[in-house]
């Protein structure tokens, strides 16, 4: 029984992919709820069919169908959308700025091949489709206002590296993750990676972070979830 259960929440663990195709597709207008059941129906016996039998599939049938008849299946489905275009989002932009780790640091310069900090946060955050000002201390003005402890992936962060510290910004990088941006630095000549609890001197000349990227719902999200199937499992 232990098996069954487990493999059951294993299973519906796979209705965020599949559910992500529901919303794209609802908010195209391009398939009526009949339509998108089968969608469902189908992508889930195709990814699961070597390890599910018959009564787990019934199981997720119903769970499908309680969702789109549900009234708030149209909030799930929105929050969904907006969860995953987030994440697309920060992951372009995370992955936009490491394919030019290694590229040198060149004072006002803006690319292709050279960049300064804020010529190559600009590039980064264009790249995704975003645009900011070009130098640092007008980019520190752009966006919502985030403290050190709120850092998530895709923030711009700022520092003031002067040798007598004055408070301005005149330093900027972008946080990935796990305490670590990725920055172009002049004092090793390249665009690097550099966590904050390796290198104190940047924890200790952050200034602020600046977040363009909409809010994550991944918590309003997972509450609803909740409310729909109370033994799914968290996102």
């Known amino acids: 029984m232990n098996f069954l259960k487990n493999t059951l929440l294993s299973v519906i663990a796979i209705q965020l992919l599949v ?3 529901l919303s794209f597709a609802k908010y195209s207008q391009t398939k009526s709820k009949q339509e998108l059941l089968v969608l469902k129906k189908n992508s889930i016996a195709n990814k699961s069919n070597k390890f599910i039998n018959s009564s787990i599939s019934i199981q997720l049938e119903k ?6 008849a549900h009234p708030l299946s149209n909030e799930y489905l929105s929050l969904l959308h907006d969860w995953r275009k987030h994440n697309k989002s920060c ?13 040198k ?8 091949k050279h960049f300064d900090c804020s010529g190559f946060t ?17 980019q520190a003005k752009v966006g919502e ?4 402890e709120e850092l998530k992936k895709g923030d711009m962060v700022f520092f003031d590296t002067n040798k007598k510290q004055t408070g301005k910004v005149n330093h900027v990088g972008i946080y990935l993750e796990d305490g670590q941006f990725i920055h172009a630095s002049s004092g090793n000549k390249k665009v690097v ?6 290198k104190i001197f940047y924890k200790k000349r952050f200034l602020w972070g600046r977040r363009l990227i909409q809010n994550n719902p991944k918590t309003e999200l997972h509450t609803l979830r909740q409310g729909l199937f109370p033994n799914i499992r968290k996102i």
């Not at 992951?91 to 590229?103: F, Q, V, Y």
């Not at 990676?193 to 390796?198: D, G, L, Q, V």
């Open 19 to 21: 559910l992500a195709q």
């Open 193 to 198: 990676i550099t966590n904050f609890e390796k």
């Open 145 to 148: 206002l985030i403290s050190y």
């Open 63 to 68: 769970e499908i169908r309680t969702l789109l």
């Open 91 to 103: 992951s372009s932009i995370e992955n936009n700025a490491k394919k030019l780790l290694g590229l």
């Open 105 to 112: 640091y060149v004072w006002g310069a803006t690319g292709p």
């Open 122 to 138: 600009q590039q980064v955050y264009k790249t995704a489709g975003i645009n900011i000002p070009r130098v640092s201390r007008e």
